[in-house]
């Protein structure tokens, strides 16, 4: 029998089968070259806008200790945006070394970012801390700060001021890291220290 003759005494089917194949190759050709299957990390509907009213927050740090205290009579959390916005906020970013006190300030205005690693300081920002020990109390006073409070790190742009006892350092633009009591002015710096006493 001539497989010629035979193919077009049977062109139907002949012609089902081979369309069959040729999609079953390039399904087969689809699932090797093809892009891997999207993900879908959609977990629920997104969550709705919310305000509160005298509020108290506290971040914690990945040992399980604070590292960020904040308090506003006014905290609005926007719909669709998970950042926090802040009227009037204080807080308190507690020292990685015992018997040292917390620096505490205030500001205008506050923002904190998604996951509560950056907190923006808007406006006059104003910082302290008791004096401990030896050390005589601190103030720093700038504005417009950003901070990473886990780090206990902060940085400015704007004119900064810091007192402590009677040195008086004063700058444009500041860099600070509160836990290796590190400060950085970028520029125009004038400082006074008091003189040392004299051992006898």
Do not use: C
Request: proline share 10%; no cysteine; hydrophobic share 35%.
């Amino acid at each position: 029998m001539n497989l010629r003759a035979y193919l077009r005494d049977r062109r139907l089917p002949a012609a089902t089968l081979a369309v069959a194949l040729a999609a079953g190759m390039a399904q087969l050709l689809l699932w090797w070259f093809g892009p891997a299957p999207r993900t879908h990390d959609f977990v629920g509907p997104p969550r709705s806008g919310y305000t509160l009213t005298n509020a108290r927050v506290t971040e914690y740090n990945a040992e399980g200790r604070p590292s960020f205290h904040l308090q506003t009579p006014h905290l609005e959390r926007r719909e669709g945006d998970d950042s926090l916005y802040l009227n009037s906020p204080t807080f308190q970013l507690p020292p990685k070394q015992p018997g040292v006190p917390d620096w505490q300030g205030e500001s205008l205005y506050g923002w904190v970012n998604k996951g509560g690693t950056q907190l923006k300081l808007q406006g006059p920002v104003n910082m302290h801390r008791p004096a401990f020990g030896e050390t005589p109390a601190a103030e720093i006073h700038t504005a417009d700060v950003s901070a990473w409070p886990k780090e206990n790190r902060l940085e400015t742009a704007a004119p900064a001021q810091m007192v402590q006892g009677g040195t008086r350092i004063s700058g444009i633009g500041m860099r600070a890291n509160l836990n290796d009591k590190h400060l950085e002015l970028l520029d125009d710096v004038h400082a006074t220290f008091p003189p040392r006493q004299r051992k006898r």
